[in-house]
């Protein structure tokens, strides 16, 4: 059994930081359910290549081939991690777009991995503040542990940081990865709901079986 | 195969000139708009309902009646009636008088709404959105077929001994549709009913039309309505023509950039590519919508919206021309071709009256006079009794 784990990254630049943290916290996710036999695959799904589609079906409601394949990926994934660039105190708008896009409780129940990243270690706490308070409400089963990257964790060495005893990148990302895996295990491949089984017979509803 | 127009009754500033028709003057317009689809040939025209600015169409059954009064043969239907908001029994006698106004040209497209406040306007919740269709509509439907009506539900009074009245002309229901874009609990209902389920596609891709109308199909069957493929479909559609394809769009572009609802959004070129809306010669609108039958199977109905965004009457009567002329000969050509026998022309109130064994008198002739509920009969005996 393959699991499929969905990697969301809402990272403006290209190359992007937010992309790196991301395919950081595919590989340690990746790498922690090979070491307990366990193969999954990742499907990144980049936003940027899709801010203008993302804006329009907010407007109109018609998503774009690639938006529509994009949605789904998330929604069906077994699991997903979900990385954003933090913005004036929070989660950047565009990955707020996105996930304004998905069915109400399509994340119900999904295991979910936090990452964030900004230019100093200021804005650290925006992931726990900000971005998981918004995965509570989608009632998705979050990581106790959510990465923060600062742009100077990506030139931190296997040491804790020296001005605040922080674990280095990597070693954060393992640990997220490996909660991440634990909890994915123990709720198992995800069961899509069929949108168009959304409905309750009328024999049922009138009474009449 | 029925082809019509359909309008939402949008007041649009016109944005080459910048203004803004009056209320009175859009009216007239439409007005004039439906008589044009009697006289191109087209067989149904559809009006919606709203009531908030910027749309005038808050009494569709006024509207249709002044129509009807003025056309001999296209159908008059809506687009949507709110079966969530209006009380089902003043649906019931106002369709019901406006059928023997029009002589039966006359059929309903039930619908939700979509603006929120007008739940509240109306003594509604919008998250009862569901339960009001399904409760509201199997009230209606006994409404015109039960001559006395005793019911009880969760969203208005109690009915005791009620008789909707006038009774359905010749004792034979207007045809409903059931328009929904994504609740499948609606097409649920129109096959369950055995009604007719129109989608409204104009924003949404043809995968998407293509599973609902399959999932309707297939209720349809299970309900022992017939085959799937006997089902009653309805879909939406949008179109700017001129003979020069190029033309049509330079002419069309600057109301779809500015549009209600999709302006400011995807361009010209996304928006046609991802949804219905075809600009383009007469011969490439056929071209695309002769395609739909691929995806939804042979259907019944196909709707087009001509009128919105601020186009001018003069304009919109231009492309009726074009649309009653070139596009649906050709397009009833092509939907000819290959269609099996077995499946059904959307029904009519002729072909309703001709199933149901033929027409008859459904006046409930009240046993009383109307002042005092009494019969004369009666009242007569009474005075016998009484006196000596």
């Known amino acids: 059994m393959t699991y499929r784990i969905a990697v969301v990254t809402a990272g403006l630049r290209e190359p992007s930081s937010t992309r790196l943290l991301a395919d950081r916290l595919g590989e340690a996710a990746l790498a922690e359910l090979t070491a307990r036999g366990e193969k999954a695959e990742l499907e990144v799904v980049d936003l940027r290549t899709m801010a203008g589609a993302i804006t329009n079906a907010l407007i109109t409601g018609v998503q ?3 938006l529509s394949a994009a949605t789904s990926t998330v929604v069906s994934a077994d699991a ?3 990385v954003s660039p933090i913005f004036s105190g929070s989660y950047s708008g565009l990955f707020k777009m996105f996930f304004d896009l998905l069915g109400d409780d399509s994340l119900a129940g999904t295991p979910v991995l936090l990452g964030a990243t900004a230019g100093t270690p200021r804005h650290s706490l925006a992931v726990d503040h900000a971005m998981r308070p918004l995965f509570a409400y989608l009632r998705a089963v979050v990581a106790p542990t959510a990465v923060f990257a600062a742009t100077d964790d990506f030139g931190q060495a296997g040491q804790a940081r020296s001005d605040d005893d922080v674990a ?10 490996r909660e991440l895996v634990d909890l994915l295990l123990a709720r198992g491949r995800k069961v899509v709901k069929d949108e168009l089984d959304d409905f309750t017979s009328f024999d049922e509803l009138l009474g009449h079986s | 195969m029925q082809f019509g127009i359909f309008t939402v009754s949008d007041i649009t500033a016109d944005p080459t000139t910048g203004r803004t028709p009056t209320e009175h003057e859009r009216i007239q317009a439409v007005v004039a708009i439906a008589k044009k689809a009697e ?3 087209l067989d149904v025209f559809a009006l919606g309902e709203h009531h908030n600015p ?6 569709p059954t006024t509207t249709l009646a002044y129509i009807a009064a003025q056309t001999e043969r296209i159908i008059l239907s809506t687009a949507t009636t709110l079966i969530t908001t209006n009380d089902p029994v003043k649906i019931a006698e106002d369709y019901a008088m406006l059928q023997h106004l029009a002589g039966g040209r006359v059929d309903l497209m039930m619908g939700r709404g979509n603006t929120g406040p007008v739940y509240p306007w109306f ?6 959105g569901i339960a009001l269709a ?3 509509y199997a009230l209606l439907h006994r409404l015109w077929r039960e001559d006395v009506v005793n019911w009880e539900g969760k969203f208005r009074t109690p009915l005791q001994s ?3 009245t006038p009774r359905p002309l010749d004792g034979v229901p207007p045809f409903v549709w059931h328009g929904s874009i994504r609740s499948p609990q609606i097409a649920e209902q129109a096959a369950y009913y055995g009604d007719g389920f129109f989608h409204n596609n104009i924003f949404w891709n043809i995968e998407h039309t293509a599973q609902m109308v399959a999932l309707y199909r297939e209720r349809f069957e299970h309900y022992g309505h017939g085959k799937a493929d006997e089902a009653i479909v309805g879909l939406g559609g949008q179109v700017y023509m001129h003979k020069d394809s190029q033309q049509a769009v330079r002419e069309f572009r600057p109301y779809f950039d500015v549009a209600p609802v999709y302006g400011h959004g995807p361009s010209l070129e996304d928006f046609t590519a991802q949804t219905p809306l075809t600009v383009g010669s007469p011969q490439e609108v056929v071209d695309r919508y002769a395609t739909m039958r691929e995806h939804v199977g042979d259907y019944q109905r196909q709707l087009f919206l001509m009128d919105h965004a601020g186009l001018p009457l003069a304009t919109v009567l231009k492309q009726l021309d074009m649309l009653g002329e070139e596009v649906v000969p050709a397009l009833r050509k092509e939907f000819a071709v290959g269609r099996p026998a077995h499946v059904p022309e959307a029904p009519t109130h002729a072909s309703l009256v001709a199933a149901a064994g033929g027409s008859r008198d459904a006046t409930v002739y009240a046993e009383g006079d109307d002042v005092t509920g009494a019969s004369p009969d009666a009242s007569r005996d009474d005075e016998v009794a009484v006196t000596p």
């Open chain 1, 64 to 66: 774009t081939t690639e």
């Open chain 1, 80 to 82: 997903v991690i979900a």
């Open chain 1, 168 to 177: 280095p990148l990597g070693q954060r990302a393992r640990r997220a990865g």
């Open chain 2, 39 to 41: 006289e191109v040939g």
């Open chain 2, 54 to 59: 910027p749309f005038f169409s808050s009494s």
């Open chain 2, 123 to 128: 003594g509604q919740d919008i998250r009862n």
């Open chain 2, 134 to 136: 399904v409760e509201n």
């Open chain 2, 162 to 164: 009620f008789t909707s």
